[in-house]
DNA sequence: CAAACGGTTGAACAACCATTCAACTATTAT
DNA sequence: ATAATAGTTGAATGGTTGTTCAACCGTTTG
């Protein structure tokens, strides 16, 4: 087919709906805080993440159980360990050799519940 | 007295704690869920969709108007929308050359204003 | 003390993913 | 009909990221 040269890369959305995009950016939250938000759900983003999540749920879980559990080795569940203390969606308490983990708020649960709602639909 | 075999690189945790292992073992949801779980929060993960989730959450938006919001091309905005579509988390509708995106559920700003509160801490 | 075990860490590798670029479709205006 | 605009799409690319591997630290045991 015949390709057309001419053309223009520009759009003028802009100038036609220029005080919807104001009206619009007027609403949003600062762009920190969008990046903040984005970051904290990257979180819950990945399975084993997650899954490491419900494990320590039940009870406070060492790190060899846990990767027994998930059927990983202690390695990649230690990495993903950190980012979730990193995050503070987690604490551990060292006892001997062991180091138990724990979730540190309630209001992970809160928000993991809502998306299970969303999900089963 | 038998002796200790030549050392095999092992854990013994899953002996030691075994009961607790199957006990939060029993509470987790299944392996499918906990993967969907992931994959819904990855969406969200990303600051470009959301800050167009933010965008849109005022008033409909044609993608040329994102685009002008956010500083993006049209067609790296497009792609994001793409993906947000097949998520069933917006839904859109030609107008003469322009198709406007609305945000499809009152769920989705339930999840995102709950992980603004847990972030402003 | 030395060996063994639980756990952590950094580098390397592979897989994934967001943006860019170019070409394409569809609709509107001249 | 032709050109211009709005939007989509596939391939390529560069950056991100999860897992593996090996070496390491701290604690406990013989």
New interface residues.
Partial sequence: MIKHESTVPS?E??EL?AE??E???A???DES???????????????T???IL??????P??V??I???LGMT?SAVSHQLKILRQSDLITYKKVGKNVFYTLS?D??R???E??????KE
Same sequence: chains 1, 2.
């Fill in positions: 759009c959305c802009e709906h919807l995009i009206k619009n950016r609403t949003m939250p805080t969008i990046y903040d938000l984005a970051d904290f759900f990257k979180i819950f983003g990945d399975s993440r997650m899954s419900f494990a320590i749920d039940g009870a879980m060492c060899c159980d990767a027994a559990l202690k708020d209001h992970v809160d928000i993991i809502k998306a299970l709602e969303h999900i």
